[in-house]
């Protein structure tokens, strides 16, 4: 049997019956809907890009945008040269996608921490790029620190644990940090019409 009619057995045995032909075509029309609601108000397609600013699109960042928009790191790398893979456009993506989805899940269900730590796999790929974009001064100083890239030796902030983001990391280390604010809540145009013509509660 080939594979294209084992697709269409499959298919239709997973078709409802005649009676719930309605309900589910509203069904996925709701789940279609808010889908599309929710990647734009949360403004999903800016984590394609490599702007900064995207990342305080979550508040608990504003520290780490803050120390770095005031660090040396500022005027050659953003966010993305440092916390994402640059062997291919696969890994890249693929990684920004399992670790947005990580920071999405735990920001949405108050999960983030008081002092917001690097985890593993993030550490891992910020010693890459250190490495990577430091290879020439690694090299004339006969560095051995690129071992860590294979899980020996240190990892470079070891020695610079104030680049970029400075050694206090908490949620209110940078209280006056110079940041981009939130934009307003990016609501359809006819959503957001319908919302304020509706009357306050009344208490």
Known sequence: MSV???????????RPPPRWHIGVIAAA????????LTFRVSRASSYLGDNPATCVNCHVMAPQYATWATSSHARVATCNDCHVPHDSVIKKYGFKAYDGSRHA???????EPQVIRIHPPGAKVVQDNCVRCHE?????????????????????????QGVPHGRVNSLSAVPDGDRPQLAPLNLPSWLAEQLSETPPPQP
């Open 4 to 14: 294209i009619r084992r697709v269409f057995f499959l298919l239709k045995a997973l």
């Open 29 to 36: 029309g709701v789940f279609v809907g808010l889908s599309a």
């Open 105 to 111: 899940f735990m920001f949405t269900f108050r999960m």
């Open 136 to 160: 020439d001064l690694l090299a004339e100083t006969g560095s051995v620190l690129a071992a860590t890239a294979h899980g020996t030796g240190q990892a470079c902030w070891d020695c610079h």
